[in-house]
Each structure stands twice: as structure tokens, then as C-alpha cells.
């Protein structure tokens, strides 16, 4: 059992961060993570002591100490505001050291305590004797929430109970509330993946929001990144949890779930089980943890094949001790899927839940359910157009089903073209007519002079009044292949549709590659990674330039250093 939403001390909650991993102890907990609102105060606390005890576990001090320690996950809640509304996010396993992040929080902090000093000011014209001082010294270590004001009140006699205190004083429409400024949902989100957390929308059913606003609420949250959603909470029905599921799956989100556990403040919440009848399974940490693994989109020739189109031993052996690490695996390539198949079944590389990027990004296939998950397509009266026109310079172009390579004939082009590419040849008299459907992509090789190849891209692009550029894309994989695409396809915007769709977040992403076809996958990545080998433009746009070629497993130094563990 887990709980990922738990508060203490150092927000509004009455459990110290250390009281708060004793708890944990004693209610069994695997994993809690602590997520304080708008604080990373208790962070180190709770981490350290948890440390501690693990470390009198593995010492033979003999020291009473428990059998087992929950992991602590650091996170935060980020309390904003949407269309009038207050929305949280909740961050989990953010790096809270980070200094971007930090001077973020620094920055609520201050703004959070010009808020307090206006809100004791106003009370004071009530007839109470407070001061922002005095507030801090009765909470001491304290986040000061409105909870604390009401506290403070019916402690010091002003009110009979806390209800009364939000009544008279301190609610949304009380005379002496200062509402503070808050960050959107869009910036928390932001801010969580730049500290390499995972952003997940906090309780969705509270908000009292229709089920259309919601989804346009995820919508455009997904849009900047969030991977996940609380669908198990202790107010979720069994039907809201049903919804929120269904919201999940059609965005490709993780499921989350926790008490929302404050201590007293909350009570009859118990940490764990909430109100009694929740639990959150183990594996849903399981698949939170397996988001936060890296991700390798790795084109296939010039990258991670060797120059015979086979992976060496070490290669192999090292995708294995990657892929057994939980990294992900993507295949990306300008080859037909057939050919791709080919080559993953002749090189063992055959992994579960591995996808497939192939036709430069105009095909992504799942392998695990054999199925495309994503098309895009050239349109019929465009491959007749280009078509026409390639012919007409006397370049050969060819175009693609599913399963066979449509062309004229065997030519020359061909046979240099179906030396690595193993698929059957549909020669016919109109290419394009065999193509009703359209193609994944078309190609045009001259196997001498890339020069002839550059001035058909120009031609076909120069023409207004086809206005072509605004539904393909013309790049070169090689100097004998200029690949012609839908103008959405592309390795890069194949990478963002890939972490959308597992999900996981951009920040854990590599992309290696070697030719001008591969540049956008690259930038597309948190880490671009050209190979010895590449072309100059690749590697003017890397992060990083492997010391080895292709063919000396340059990608074993990525692998080796960044996949391991």
C-alpha cells in the first residue's frame, strides 16, 4: 500500500515530517510521498530520517529499529488558480535542490508573506491582537495557511470553532481575507518537469467543474506536460474514479491516487486508507517510477547498426542490460516498417513494450500489439504531381504500401536501394494509381550527383500555385536519398508524439542519429546525440558527439554512461 498525497507540519498538517515516517511505519506503507503545498521545508527532514533508519537496519548496532522503511518520494502541491477556481498539482519526485526551482518557491514565499502581514493587519482592525510574528512563533517551522489563522483565533478565544473562524474571518468571502497570487496550472506544471518531476492534477473532483470543462482542463495541461492524474482519492466515488480512469487512458496519463492526510486538521482522515475504504495499489507507484526511466530514439543506419546492417555482440548485450534496466527502446528510421522488422528479428532486438518509428516518422508502430498507433500519409494527387515531376528530370522515385515497394521497374536505383531494404517490388505502368490510399513516404534516388536530388527539391517547392510545402516535407537520410514526407510526419515530431503517448517526460529523452533526416529528432530531445560519423549539420546540433563511429559502436558511450541503472 502507498500514499501520494500527504501533508505535514511545514504546510497545514499537525504530523512533524519525522512523525509523519513513524506513521508511515506503523500503518505498513511501501512508499509515501510527502507534498507539502507550495513547500519543500519538510523534504529533507522526512528523507533523512528515513535514511537513518535504514542505515540502523543494516548495521548490527542492535539497535531497535523497524523492519521495514518506506521510501520517501520528495514532492510539493502547487495550489493555483484557473478561471476563478483554485487547482492543485501535485509534483512527485521532484529534484528540490534544483536552483531554478528553488528561487521559484522563494518567490510564493515572499509573496505569500506580504499576503500574511495584509490579512493580520486586517484583523487587528477586528479587535484582535495578532501579528504576523506572533502567527510564526504559535506554528513554529510552519507554511502559514488560513488553517493556522483559525487555529489561532479559536486557541486565542476570538471564535468557537474553526468553521466560525472561516465564517467571520478568514474564508473566500470573510472581511478579512487577502487572496494571494497564485501560479496557473500551466506554469506548476512547468515548473515541476523543469525540477524533473512528475506533474499529476490533484484531486479532480473537487473543483466542482463539469465533466467537459475538466477535459478541456486536461487538454490543455497535457499540452505542457502533465503525466499524470489522481484518480483514487478518499471523495472519489467509485463512479469518479471510473471517469477519471477514462480520462486517463484517452490521454495517455498515469494513474495516481493518495489520502490528502493532514493530521487532525482532517479528522477522521487516517494516512493510507483516508476515510477508511481507500487504498492505492503498489503498482501504480510501479508505473510512475518506470515514466521516470530514459528513453533511446535511435535512428538505425549510421547510428546503431554496423555498416553491414547488424548489431555487434557488445551492442546487443548492452541494449539488454538497458532494456532489463527499464529504459525504453525506439526504433527510428527512414526504413518501410517491413525492413525494420526484418532487422529487429535478425538482431534479437525484441523487447517488451518497444515502439517503432518508421518512414521518418510518418508510421509509429507498437510491436507488443501490432498495430500502427499513428499514420500520416502523402495524398494521392500529390504523389501524381511529384511523381510526374521526378520522372520528368529523369530521377528515379518510387513510393510504398504497406507490405511491397511500388516503382516502374528494376533499375539500377533499385538494386543499390534493395540491397539493405529486403521488401517485394509492385511494378506498375502509374505508381500513383497503385497508391490510392496515398504513402508513408515517397523516394527519389540518384546514386552520383546529390546536386540533381537538391534541384528536384527546389523545383518541387518553388511551384506556388501547388503550394506543396504546406503538406510535405523534402529531407535527405543519405546523399543518394531525398525522402519526401507528410509534412507532419518527421523523426521530431514522432519523439513528442511518443512521449505523449507512453507518457513520459521530454526531460528523459535521448536521440541519436548521423544524417540531415534525423536533425529534428535531435532537437526534439533533452539530449541530441550525433555520431562520429555525421554529417557536419547533425553535429552542429547535438548535444553530444560520440568518439566513435557506427561502425566502433560509437553508441556504447550513451549507452554505457547513461542506461545503465
Excluded: W
Amino acid at each position: 500500500m502507498i500514499d501520494l498525497h500527504v501533508h505535514s507540519t511545514r504546510s497545514d498538517g499537525t504530523y512533524s515530517p519525522r512523525e509523519l515516517v513513524d506513521y508511515a511505519i506503523e500503518k505498513g506503507l511501501r512508499a509515501m510521498a510527502l507534498t507539502d503545498h507550495d513547500s519543500i521545508d519538510g523534504l529533507d527532514e522526512a528523507i533523512h530520517y528515513a535514511e537513518q533508519l535504514r542505515y540502523l537496519q543494516s548495521s548490527s548496532t542492535g539497535a531497535s529499529v523497524p523492519a521495514h522503511v518506506p521510501e520517501i518520494i520528495p514532492g510539493i502541491e502547487f495550489s493555483t488558480e484557473y478561471q476563478g477556481r483554485d487547482i492543485h498539482i501535485v509534483g512527485l519526485y521532484i529534484d528540490y535542490k534544483q536552483p531554478a526551482f528553488t528561487q521559484a518557491l522563494q518567490n510564493f514565499v515572499n509573496s505569500r508573506e506580504l499576503r500574511n502581514e495584509k490579512m493580520c493587519g486586517l484583523l487587528r482592525e477586528h479587535g484582535i491582537d495578532i501579528t504576523y510574528e506572533k502567527l510564526c512563533a504559535a506554528f513554529p517551522d510552519a507554511v502559514i495557511t488560513r488553517a493556522h489563522y483559525a487555529r489561532y483565533l479559536l486557541e486565542h478565544g476570538y471564535v468557537g470553532s474553526i468553521n466560525e473562524a472561516f465564517d467571520r474571518y478568514v474564508g473566500d468571502h470573510a472581511s478579512c481575507f487577502v487572496p494571494r497570487e497564485k501560479v496557473t496550472p500551466t506554469q506548476a506544471v512547468e515548473l515541476i518537469l523543469q525540477a524533473d518531476g512528475i506533474p499529476i492534477l490533484a484531486h479532480p473532483m473537487l473543483y466542482g467543474i463539469s465533466s467537459a470543462r475538466l477535459e478541456t482542463l486536461v487538454v490543455e495541461l497535457k499540452a505542457v506536460g502533465l503525466l499524470g492524474i489522481e484518480a483514487i482519492y478518499n471523495n472519489h466515488s467509485a463512479g469518479d474514479e471510473r471517469q477519471l480512469r477514462r480520462l486517463a487512458a484517452k490521454y495517455h496519463l498515469l494513474i495516481s491516487g493518495g489520502s490528502d492526510f493532514h493530521g487532525s486538521n482532517k479528522p477522521k482522515l487516517d494516512l493510507g486508507v483516508g476515510y477508511g475504504k481507500l487504498y492505492v495499489p503498489d503498482d501504480i507507484l510501479e508505473d510512475i517510477q518506470a515514466c521516470r526511466k530514459n528513453l533511446l530514439f535511435t535512428d538505425m543506419d549510421g547510428t546503431l547498426l554496423l555498416n553491414n546492417s547488424t548489431v555487434s555482440p557488445n551492442m546487443k548485450n548492452a541494449l539488454n542490460r538497458m532494456t532489463t534496466a527499464g529504459h525504453h527502446l525506439i526504433l527510428s528510421s527512414g526504413r518501410p516498417l517491413p525492413s525494420i522488422l526484418e532487422v529487429r528479428k535478425q538482431a534479437g532486438i525484441d523487447y517488451p513494450n518497444m515502439l517503432i518509428i518508421s518512414s521518418n516518422g510518418a508510421l509509429v508502430y507498437d510491436c507488443d500489439n501490432k498495430r500502427p498507433i499513428l499514420e500520416y500519409r502523402i495524398d494521392p494527387e500529390d504523389i501524381k504531381y511529384i511523381i510526374a515531376t521526378a520522372e520528368a528530370t529523369g530521377i528515379h522515385i518510387h513510393g510504398y504500401t504497406s507490405k511491397t515497394i511500388v516503382c516502374h521497374e528494376m533499375n539500377e536505383e533499385l538494386c543499390y536501394y534493395t540491397r539493405r531494404i529486403h521488401m517485394p517490388l509492385q511494378c506498375v505502368e502509374n505508381i500513383a494509381a497503385a497508391l490510392p490510399n496515398g504513402s508513408y513516404k515517397l523516394l527519389a534516388i540518384h546514386l552520383t550527383d546529390k546536386e540533381r536530388l537538391v534541384q528536384l527539391r527546389e523545383q518541387l517547392l518553388a511551384d506556388k500555385s501547388r503550394k506543396l510545402k504546406e503538406r510535405v516535407q523534402m529531407i535527405f537520410s543519405n546523399d543518394q536519398y531525398l525522402e519526401i514526407l507528410p509534412l507532419s510526419a518527421g523523426k521530431g515530431n514522432a519523439l513528442r508524439f511518443v512521449t505523449d503517448y507512453l507518457p513520459a517526460p521530454r526531460s528523459h529523452t535521448f536521440a541519436a542519429g548521423d544524417a540531415e533526416n534525423d536533425i529534428s529528432m535531435l532537437k526534439a530531445a533533452q539530449y541530441g546525440i550525433a555520431m562520429a560519423n555525421a554529417d557536419a549539420s547533425v553535429k552542429a546540433c547535438a548535444d553530444i558527439v560520440t568518439g566513435n563511429t557506427n561502425d566502433e559502436d560509437g553508441l556504447l558511450e550513451i549507452l554505457n554512461k547513461y542506461f545503465v541503472q
